[in-house]
Nanobody, 115 residues
Framework: QVQLVESGGGLVQPGGSLRLSCAAS????????MGWYRQAPGKQRELVAN???????KYADSVKGRFTISRDIAKNTMYLQMNSLKPEDTAVYYC?????????WGQGTQVTVSS
Protein backbone atom coordinates (compact mmCIF):
# COMPACT_ATOMS: atom_id res chain seq x y z
CA GLN A 1 0.00 0.00 0.00
CA VAL A 2 1.25 3.46 -0.89
CA GLN A 3 0.21 6.72 0.67
CA LEU A 4 0.91 10.08 -0.93
CA VAL A 5 1.06 13.23 1.17
CA GLU A 6 1.18 16.66 -0.41
CA SER A 7 2.53 19.76 1.29
CA GLY A 8 3.55 23.28 0.40
CA GLY A 9 0.22 24.79 -0.57
CA GLY A 10 -1.00 28.11 0.72
CA LEU A 11 -1.98 31.66 -0.12
CA VAL A 12 0.28 33.62 -2.44
CA GLN A 13 -0.02 36.89 -4.32
CA PRO A 14 -0.15 36.97 -8.12
CA GLY A 15 3.36 36.69 -9.51
CA GLY A 16 4.56 34.77 -6.49
CA SER A 17 5.98 31.28 -6.16
CA LEU A 18 5.23 28.09 -4.28
CA ARG A 19 6.87 24.69 -4.16
CA LEU A 20 4.67 21.66 -3.66
CA SER A 21 6.03 18.38 -2.38
CA CYS A 22 4.56 14.89 -2.58
CA ALA A 23 6.06 12.36 -0.20
CA ALA A 24 5.28 8.70 -0.70
CA SER A 25 5.18 6.18 2.12
CA UNK A 26 5.76 2.75 0.75
CA UNK A 27 7.74 2.06 -2.35
CA UNK A 28 7.20 4.00 -5.53
CA UNK A 29 9.21 2.19 -8.11
CA UNK A 30 11.34 4.16 -10.50
CA UNK A 31 9.22 2.76 -13.33
CA UNK A 32 6.08 4.51 -12.10
CA UNK A 33 4.76 7.68 -13.66
CA MET A 34 4.05 10.48 -11.21
CA GLY A 35 2.09 13.61 -11.75
CA TRP A 36 0.31 16.65 -10.39
CA TYR A 37 -3.34 17.34 -11.08
CA ARG A 38 -5.53 20.19 -9.95
CA GLN A 39 -9.22 20.87 -9.51
CA ALA A 40 -10.74 24.30 -9.24
CA PRO A 41 -14.26 24.82 -7.85
CA GLY A 42 -16.86 23.80 -10.39
CA LYS A 43 -14.30 22.38 -12.79
CA GLN A 44 -13.02 18.94 -13.65
CA ARG A 45 -9.72 17.67 -12.37
CA GLU A 46 -6.99 18.36 -14.91
CA LEU A 47 -3.42 17.30 -15.47
CA VAL A 48 -0.88 19.95 -14.54
CA ALA A 49 2.33 18.01 -15.21
CA ASN A 50 3.72 14.50 -15.08
CA UNK A 51 7.10 12.81 -15.19
CA UNK A 52 7.89 9.28 -16.25
CA UNK A 53 10.60 6.85 -15.29
CA UNK A 54 12.96 8.27 -17.90
CA UNK A 55 12.51 11.77 -16.59
CA UNK A 56 10.43 12.88 -19.52
CA UNK A 57 7.96 15.55 -18.57
CA LYS A 58 4.63 16.75 -19.86
CA TYR A 59 2.94 20.02 -18.98
CA ALA A 60 -0.45 21.55 -19.49
CA ASP A 61 -0.22 24.45 -21.93
CA SER A 62 -1.46 26.81 -19.23
CA VAL A 63 1.58 26.20 -17.01
CA LYS A 64 4.38 25.73 -19.54
CA GLY A 65 7.32 27.95 -18.77
CA ARG A 66 6.06 28.69 -15.26
CA PHE A 67 5.90 25.31 -13.51
CA THR A 68 8.61 22.67 -13.19
CA ILE A 69 8.04 19.08 -12.10
CA SER A 70 10.81 16.96 -10.65
CA ARG A 71 11.26 13.81 -8.61
CA ASP A 72 13.80 12.34 -6.25
CA ILE A 73 13.41 8.58 -6.63
CA ALA A 74 15.74 7.82 -3.72
CA LYS A 75 13.57 9.94 -1.43
CA ASN A 76 10.27 8.79 -2.94
CA THR A 77 9.37 12.44 -3.34
CA MET A 78 8.05 14.54 -6.19
CA TYR A 79 8.02 18.32 -6.45
CA LEU A 80 6.21 21.04 -8.36
CA GLN A 81 7.92 24.41 -8.49
CA MET A 82 5.33 27.01 -9.39
CA ASN A 83 6.48 30.47 -10.46
CA SER A 84 4.66 33.50 -11.81
CA LEU A 85 1.44 32.28 -10.25
CA LYS A 86 -1.86 33.60 -11.54
CA PRO A 87 -5.30 33.75 -9.93
CA GLU A 88 -6.44 31.08 -12.38
CA ASP A 89 -3.93 28.68 -10.82
CA THR A 90 -6.10 28.62 -7.70
CA ALA A 91 -7.16 25.02 -7.08
CA VAL A 92 -6.65 21.96 -4.96
CA TYR A 93 -3.50 20.24 -6.21
CA TYR A 94 -3.29 16.46 -6.08
CA CYS A 95 -0.33 14.14 -6.32
CA UNK A 96 -0.71 10.96 -8.38
CA UNK A 97 1.41 7.85 -8.82
CA UNK A 98 0.61 5.31 -11.53
CA UNK A 99 1.85 1.96 -12.66
CA UNK A 100 0.29 -0.70 -14.86
CA UNK A 101 -1.63 -2.13 -11.92
CA UNK A 102 -1.91 0.75 -9.45
CA UNK A 103 -3.21 4.29 -9.31
CA UNK A 104 -2.69 6.24 -6.09
CA TRP A 105 -3.83 9.74 -5.12
CA GLY A 106 -2.95 12.11 -2.33
CA GLN A 107 -5.51 14.05 -0.32
CA GLY A 108 -4.72 17.34 -2.02
CA THR A 109 -3.30 20.68 -0.97
CA GLN A 110 -4.98 24.03 -1.51
CA VAL A 111 -3.23 26.69 -3.56
CA THR A 112 -4.84 30.13 -3.56
CA VAL A 113 -3.47 32.96 -5.68
CA SER A 114 -4.98 36.24 -4.64
CA SER A 115 -4.04 39.77 -3.74
Amino acid sequence: QVQLVESGGGLVQPGGSLRLSCAASGTILSTWRMGWYRQAPGKQRELVANIDSSGRTKYADSVKGRFTISRDIAKNTMYLQMNSLKPEDTAVYYCNAQSVNYDYWGQGTQVTVSS
